[in-house]
């Protein structure tokens, strides 16, 4: 059973604000990562890391940043939402070994609106 | 560039059998996944194939060719609860070794 978490999961906020979105998980991965999905579309990854100090970009374009100081925690921040912001954010993480990124494991998801 | 290609919509009976096809083009490839998701919920894995041939996992295989770059997912004794909406992914090369993920197979399924 993966016990990976995310808060808020319903969020609506307005033009400019700062928001970050909570991700953690209890299974030790090193890695871990953001999507971003819209309503019946694929996922499209937006931020990644291989461990603590280390976070790489995606090939979606992100106006958010990430930040990895413990194994556990991955929280991703935008610092002035905008309603092209509005979407479902997803976070996973993966095991080091064997399947590694093909296996993942999602949170239950950060639904966003920004209005 | 890199995509996956899958059906949009697949349409079947309660206890029939299903097959749902992905074809990939990627720069390297290193495994075909498969994912569950249901309406308002979170992916889920189901399966992994890194090399040709069929992996089984109870009601659901999934089939992989490299040579063709062509997948599927098998879903057997289809249950009202598997109505989802399914996506295959590719962990290819590229800039960043990272899953690309079809735009997913809605399945539903009629009594």
């Known amino acids: 059973e993966a016990d990976i978490y995310q808060t808020p999961r319903y969020l609506v906020i307005g033009t400019g604000k700062k928001i970050t979105l909570e991700c953690s998980q209890t299974?030790?991965?090193?890695?871990m990562y953001w999507y971003q999905q819209d309503p019946g579309m694929e996922l499209h990854l937006i931020h990644y890391?291989?461990?603590?100090?280390?976070?790489e970009k995606g090939d979606l374009s992100s106006e958010s940043t990430v930040s990895r100081i413990r194994t556990e925690h991955f929280p991703l921040t935008l610092e002035s939402a905008r309603p092209s912001h509005t979407s479902q954010y997803l976070c996973?993480?993966?095991?080091?070994?064997?399947?590694?990124?093909?296996?993942?494991?999602f949170g239950p998801g950060t639904r966003l609106t920004v209005l | 560039g890199q995509s996956l290609e899958q059906p949009s919509e697949v349409t079947a009976v309660e206890g029939a059998i299903v097959q749902i096809n992905c074809t990939y083009q990627?720069?390297?490839?290193?495994?075909l996944s498969w994912y569950q998701q249901h309406d308002g919920g979170a992916p889920t894995f189901l399966s992994y194939?890194?090399l040709d041939g069929l992996e089984e996992t109870g009601r659901f295989s999934s089939f992989l060719s490299r040579s063709d770059s062509y997948g599927y997912l098998l879903l057997q004794e289809l249950q009202m609860k598997d109505s989802a909406s399914y996506f295959c992914?590719?962990?290819?090369?590229?800039?960043?070794?990272?899953?690309?993920w079809g735009a997913g197979t809605k399945l539903i399924i009629k009594p």
């Open positions: 996973a993480s993966s095991v080091p070994s064997g399947r590694g990124e093909n296996e993942q494991f």
């Open positions: 299974m030790g991965h090193d890695k």
């Open positions: 890391s291989y461990g603590v100090n280390s976070t």
């Open positions: 990627t720069s390297g490839f290193y495994g």
């Open positions: 194939n890194a």
């Open positions: 992914a590719v962990r290819g090369g590229g800039s960043n070794y990272q899953l690309i």
